[in-house]
């Protein structure tokens, strides 16, 4: 995901200039010479400076060239999808964990994540099996985060 | 052990299918047979939090099950007080509600109103106060009232909490009481009460209508006086304020207040059983002792009365957005 | 001197020691898990005062609150994923000694300094609580302005990337903050009509995505780093020992800055750790090391942040006025156990008070030995495969953020963060400057807003107060004087003295 300056500062003029127009549509309110309009167009307008001013490359100089790792061996495209694995499973969790319960949604998660990044079977499934459990415990019983328990009830 | 913690329709629907494979599918004998969830909409820590702590905790030892209390916090209250609209009416998912369930409807910002409940008590009113730096020239609330009516539009600053919040609407609520416009004396947002008390004190405001707890350590500590209640009769634990009426003859009165609820259609059996728990948890000892030291106000209303309360107070508090130019046309 | 003795008595009641025992270690683990802050920590014990005495309910929310403002520097040092808000603004710093071998060395120095901020500013609540409460109620919502915007400019300071791109990534949390309507107006802004996003996008699980989710992601495009060298470390108080010495100027600045903002109601620990590493960075003679793993930031940061845990007692206990979150939630507690707030508890139970005292003294002495054992274990992870770590934390990002507010919507806030975070971070965006835009983006618009309302739209008086003024004169000061530097660079014929001088 690594974008040219040109292509970030474009990003900010346009998304500045959004927020500075969605900003004026605001409503004024009532006894406030200075409404909620105010800010989101200071900060809009601010954003497509900064926008501009990055598209153009001013200001480049002062950046320290980051010693990057080449990006994986494997195709750039593949590696944008695995990008994209912790926000889905993120979002997994979203979906499932009322219905399938805690301990089975954490479990699909951790295993999926430690095999996508290599763990061999023998450290995966035990990972997946204790992590949960643990997790469960400190959240439910320490700190009584309600968390759903779905289709495979804990006995504690 | 239920699943039932998830916002929104689709969230309810979902629990539905989860529960039954949870629990036991035996016939429930008697209500409770099961822990009770009992839902906050405000973050912990906070007042209504702490009120719905030692309820659940005297409903605990009532009933002999749990009663988890969780915050279901965001969207300014509404995601919490949705959670309770809309959890399955089967007694185990409850909640306290607060007055703002009567505000956020006529802003627009929520469906919901004090119509998809059943209320089942009221447990606390706090009346709006008036507060003024020590310093000031105002001997009572009648001074107070007659500089704001000699004062031009906009003149005069008061604060206590966000544009729209309870304290805004008392204010307005009380200036058109007086005959004056709504806006005849400026709102000035704060970010709650504490910040409106600190900047009364250090000189930046002429008034406060945030509640009598809530300025309560400035009132100690001599930095602000307290000038009248907008109250039907004093408060037990500041029985040396005067209510608005006593001293001005101009008769308002609002508060912010917290009662207990649960979605539209709870059964008659869990409504038979929490009622009179209910009853019995606000005039117990512990309940008293926690009100007092807290110096939250002490007003109960069993569910026939909170349900009048609630509509008496949807409609004053439409009033006042309305002349305040908050609610939505 | 009878009122001393009974404090010492109150303290060594039985419940007391167990009572600060188990929220210090309580306070370790909760800070140290992504996604639990240090007000979270504190919200959660509140149920468990209920059932204490009065003493010891308020010596487990004043332990754990210390503990967990520690803990938070542990995962992001080791992980480069900041455990509370105040951990952000020197996590990269931390976690680039790390890279060295210094994993030790760097959580040591927030240990030791964490511990002396502490007692510092408890020493300051002592000796000065009642001109502290006198200044911060000096402040009105000018000065606050001012001093949020003094914030802000923090941004360009802590990063090593273009002023641009911070400042560019500053407003859009600025722009993240004016989510809600949590604004001087009460207007929902851009909600989209998403009930969830009227209270606004929550620190915690925008944190949490930006570093923690991010750090994920990053782990999976990119190859597993060479193992980190295991270097022989002695004892770690020893190597702390000669960064006091080395570093006795940042570690005063520090601990000063710290309860000045800590006093301030409003601002609090984050501000504070931000301001303090900016401040270090600016006035060190070695700035260019700032961000490659150097320790003098951590040493005023970390006495900075702790110190303001400490002061923020002060306008609570004389006013009843919450410095931070944190001390908000402490004012219930206080009220529920009959210690009303107010000058009176100064005079009246000032045993108690001393006992409170003794309390927060304590609480960063044990804070020390329990510390180094929570770092020896917490070191543990470096050696662990990254297919073992990385799991456990993405589910522990997804717990921590939803038991913010109990609500599924704040895990959905941490996924789009994690992308959001990934982005920027590749691209040069410093990922912490957004985090303090939305940090600060509130305090700004709420202070700026509301003064205006009360001027009727003057601008006079936000220079006129004295306070103000230096506070104005001092932003317009910052301000201007990387833009002269520039000019007289570019035009005065470069005369200027190379950026390293000789010491």
Redesign the interface.
């Given at each position: 995901?690594?974008?040219s300056?040109r292509v970030?500062g474009a990003v900010?003029v346009v998304?500045?200039g959004v927020?500075a127009y969605?900003?004026s549509r605001?409503?004024a309110?009532?006894?406030?010479?200075?409404?909620?309009a105010?800010?989101?167009m200071l900060?809009?307008i601010?954003?497509v400076i900064?926008?501009v001013?990055?598209a153009l490359g001013?200001?480049?100089?002062?950046?320290?060239a980051?010693a990057e790792?080449p990006?994986?061996?494997g195709s750039r495209r593949l590696?944008?999808l695995?990008?994209l694995?912790?926000?889905a499973?993120?979002?997994f969790?979203?979906l499932a964990?009322?219905?399938l319960?805690f301990l089975p949604t954490?479990a699909v998660?951790?295993?999926?994540?430690?095999l996508?990044?290599?763990?061999r079977l023998r450290?995966?499934v035990p990972?997946?099996v204790v992590?949960?459990v643990l997790?469960h415990l400190?959240?439910y019983k320490?700190?009584?985060?309600?968390?759903?328990?779905?289709?495979l009830?804990?006995p504690w | 052990m239920n699943g039932i913690s998830r916002r929104g329709v689709l969230g309810s629907a979902a629990a539905l299918a989860a529960t039954p494979l949870a629990r036991p599918a035996l016939a429930q004998p008697r209500w409770p047979s099961r822990p009770v969830q009992m839902i906050c909409p405000w973050a912990a820590g906070g007042g209504t939090d702490a009120v719905l702590r030692i309820i659940a905790a005297l409903l605990e030892k009532e009933f002999g099950q749990p009663f988890n209390v969780v915050n279901r916090t965001g969207g300014s209250g509404v995601v919490g007080h949705a959670a309770i609209a809309q959890a399955q009416p089967d007694g185990y998912t409850l909640g306290i509600i607060t007055s703002e369930i009567c505000m956020l409807h006529w802003q627009g910002l929520t469906e919901i109103t004090y119509r998809n409940y059943t209320p089942l008590a009221l447990m606390n009113n706090d009346p709006p106060g008036i507060h003024v730096n020590a310093s000031a020239p105002y001997k009572d609330v009648k001074a107070l009232a007659d500089a704001i009516k000699a004062s031009r539009p906009g003149q005069l600053k008061a604060s206590g909490t966000g544009q729209g919040g309870s304290w805004h609407l008392a204010l307005a609520g009380w200036l058109v009481a007086m005959g004056l416009k709504a806006d005849h004396v400026r709102w000035v947002p704060s970010n709650g009460a504490a910040p409106a008390m600190q900047d009364l004190a250090a000189g930046g405001l002429d008034f406060t209508t945030c509640s009598v707890p809530e300025a309560r350590a400035m009132l100690d500590a001599g930095r602000t006086r307290t000038l009248a209640i907008m109250a039907p009769e004093r408060l037990s634990v500041f029985p040396n304020i005067p209510t608005l009426k006593e001293v001005t003859g101009v008769d308002y009165q609002t508060g912010s207040w917290r009662g207990i609820a649960g979605p539209a259609g709870l059964p008659a059996e869990v409504k038979a059983a929490i009622e009179p728990a209910l009853g019995k948890v606000f005039q117990s000892q512990e309940y008293k002792d926690f009100l007092n030291a807290r110096g939250f106000g002490m007003v109960y209303a069993d569910a026939a009365g909170f349900a009048r309360y609630m509509e008496q107070a949807d409609k004053s508090l439409g009033d006042a957005m309305k002349a305040a130019g908050l609610a939505k046309a | 001197m009878t009122e001393m003795l009974e404090a010492f008595r109150l303290v060594a009641a039985p419940d007391v020691p167990i009572a600060i025992l188990a929220s210090a270690i309580y306070g370790l683990v909760v800070g140290s898990l992504p996604g639990l802050s240090a007000t979270m920590a504190t919200a959660l014990l509140v149920p468990v005062t209920f059932y204490l005495s009065p003493i010891a309910a308020v010596a487990t929310i004043i332990t754990a609150s210390a503990m967990a403002i520690f803990s938070g520097d542990i995962p992001g040092c080791l992980l480069r994923i900041p455990g509370t808000p105040a951990s952000a603004a020197y996590t990269n710093e931390a976690y680039a000694m790390t890279r060295k071998g210094q994993a030790e060395l760097a959580l040591g120095a927030g240990l030791w300094f964490s511990a002396i901020g502490g007692i510092v500013g408890t020493l300051s609540l002592v000796l000065m609580a009642p001109l502290l409460a006198e200044m911060a109620l000096s402040f009105s919502t000018f000065e606050y302005f001012w001093l949020a915007f003094l914030g802000l400019m923090c941004a360009t300071l802590v990063a090593r990337s273009s002023p641009i791109k911070a400042i560019a990534a500053m407003l859009l949390g600025l722009l993240i903050a004016c989510i809600g309507m949590e604004n001087p107006a009460g207007t929902p802004r851009f909600t989209f009509g998403i009930p969830d996003l009227l209270g606004g996008v929550e620190i915690i699980p925008a944190l949490v995505g930006a570093f923690a989710v991010s750090e994920v992601i990053r782990a999976m495009v990119t190859p597993e780093p060479p193992p980190i060298p295991r270097r022989k470390f002695g004892s770690i108080l020893a190597g702390q020992w000669q960064l006091t010495k080395k570093y006795q100027l940042p570690m005063w600045r520090g601990n000063l800055i710290g309860i000045i903002i800590g006093v301030l109601p409003g601002a609090g620990a984050d501000m504070a750790a931000w301001v303090s590493y900016a401040m270090a960075k600016k006035f060190s003679k070695e700035q260019e090391k700032f961000g490659t793993g150097h320790p003098e930031g951590l040493v005023e940061a970390g006495a900075s942040n702790n110190a303001s845990l400490a002061s923020g007692w002060v306008p609570a206990l004389l006013f009843g006025i919450p410095g931070d979150t944190i001390t908000a939630i402490a004012i219930g507690v206080l009220y529920m156990k009959g210690l009303n707030p107010g000058p009176t508890l100064f005079t009246e139970r000032a045993d108690s008070m001393y006992a409170l005292y003794i309390i927060f003294i304590l609480a960063n002495i044990i804070m020390i030995p329990l510390g180094i054992g929570m770092i020896r274990v917490a070191t543990l992870v470096l050696r662990a495969p990254r297919s073992a770590v990385m799991p456990v934390i993405l589910l522990l990002c997804a717990v921590g953020s939803f038991a913010t507010g109990n609500n599924l919507f704040a895990v959905i806030l941490v996924a789009l963060f994690g992308c959001l975070g990934f982005v920027m971070e590749r691209n040069g965006y410093p990922v912490a400057a957004m985090v303090l835009g939305i940090v600060m983006g509130a305090m700004v618009e709420q202070n700026f807003i509301t003064s205006l309302i009360k001027s009727d739209g003057d601008v006079m008086p936000f220079i006129e107060r004295p306070v103000s003024g230096v506070l104005a004169a001092m932003t317009f000061g910052a301000l201007l004087w990387p833009a002269g530097v520039w000019v007289w660079r570019r035009f005065g014929g470069g005369r200027l003295p190379a950026a390293e001088t000789p010491r």
């Open positions: 995901m690594q974008l300056d970030t900010l998304l500045g927020a969605a900003g605001l409503p309110v009532p006894g406030q010479d200075v409404g909620p105010a800010f989101p900060i809009g601010g954003l900064c926008g001013l990055i001013i200001g480049r100089s002062f950046e320290v980051e790792a990006a994986g061996q590696a944008g695995r990008a694995i912790p926000p499973l993120l979002l969790y979203v964990a009322d219905r319960g954490a998660i951790v295993l999926v994540m430690a996508a990044l290599g763990a450290l995966a990972l997946a992590a949960p997790i400190a959240f320490l700190l009584r985060v309600p968390l759903p328990a779905g289709l009830p804990v | - | -």
